[in-house]
């Protein structure tokens, strides 16, 4: 691992080489650090920005590798597995030269967070999945269809639903950073409570959102299939599972099941929001992220 002389948690961008690979990160924000592992995979990390928590907490956002400006792997658009994304946040927090740090993961990114809690433990002092779930493959996918038709009941006759419902399918049949990127701004509204009634507020995201490609397979070009029903019972870092109640692509259904399944986890659930709760209800998010992370660092001294 290569490092520079620069404070690793100075407010600004950084760079840190881990394993030949260029991991970029941008710290924001004030007080105890929190880790911000955004999701996709391969969604620019700048939808993450929750300016309300970093007037509490010291946020460091990863540009998850194969994103961004950070580096890509050698076999490139393969093999982004969890473990890997896990040996790069290993790094970056070794790198960060603290004790221990919260870890906040979102969408894809708390499938990342799920699994470096369970496997990486030893410098997390507590977690947040947020808008996660216990599994992929094809029981999560008929739940999302199933949450997906009940957003199309709802807004049945909108002259943007087909639209947003095309840019839907048509994610799953992207093959390059182009179409990921276009699929991503046309179904943005799938993935807040109320998008269109909030557009003028919601609709700089879509301009400013990019994404790059990733398989979603293994270097072996094998799908990442991922199931933690069985392991999260073993989950011994102090947990905040965070949903929004009209999250239509990790649900209500599985936030509760994440919750059961955890011992002693907490579960918010967010009542005017989708898959976006930091933006659609900051402060009520930040709040509630606040209190559990600075009634961990209570609890740790």
């Excluded at 493959?137 to 006759?157: C, D, K, N």
């Excluded at 994404?211 to 392991?231: C, F, K, V």
């Excluded at 259904?253 to 709760?277: T, V």
């Amino acid at each position: 691992m290569t490092t520079s002389a620069t404070d690793p948690l100075a407010a600004g961008t950084h760079t840190v080489e881990i394993d030949g690979v260029v991991q970029r990160y941008h710290v924001h924000g004030t007080g105890p650090v929190c880790v911000a592992h955004s999701g996709g995979p391969g969604i620019g990390w700048e939808y993450l920005r929750m300016p309300a928590l970093e007037r509490h907490l010291t946020i460091v956002y990863p540009e998850p590798i194969g994103s961004g400006a950070s580096g890509r792997l050698s076999s490139h658009p393969h093999g982004y597995t969890r473990p890997r994304y896990s040996q790069f946040l290993d790094a970056l927090i070794e790198h960060l030269g603290v004790p221990e740090v919260h870890l906040l993961g979102h969408s894809h990114g708390g499938f990342v967070a799920q699994y470096h809690a369970l496997h990486s433990p030893e410098r997390i002092a507590g977690v947040i999945l947020y808008d996660s779930a216990p599994l992929t493959g094809p029981e999560h996918i008929a739940e999302a269809m199933r949450l997906v038709e009940s957003f199309a009941a709802r807004y049945a006759g909108h002259p943007e639903l087909p639209g947003a419902l095309a840019a839907f399918q048509a994610m799953s049949a992207a093959s390059d950073d182009a179409q990921t990127t276009a699929a991503a701004k046309g179904l943005l509204p799938l993935y807040f409570a109320d998008y269109w009634g909030r557009e003028g507020e919601f609709a700089p995201l879509s301009a400013s959102l990019s994404a790059t490609y990733i398989s979603g397979m293994d270097e072996n070009l094998s799908p990442h299939i991922i199931n933690d029903r069985e392991d999260l019972g073993s989950l011994t870092v102090p947990t905040l599972v965070v949903v929004g109640r009209h999250d239509v692509v990790c649900g209500v259904r599985w936030a509760e099941e994440l919750h059961r399944l955890i011992p002693g986890s907490e579960l918010l659930i967010l009542e005017n929001s989708g898959h976006f709760g930091h933006l659609e209800e900051p402060e009520a998010f930040s709040r509630a992220v606040t209190r559990f992370v600075t009634a961990a660092a209570r609890s740790t001294a």
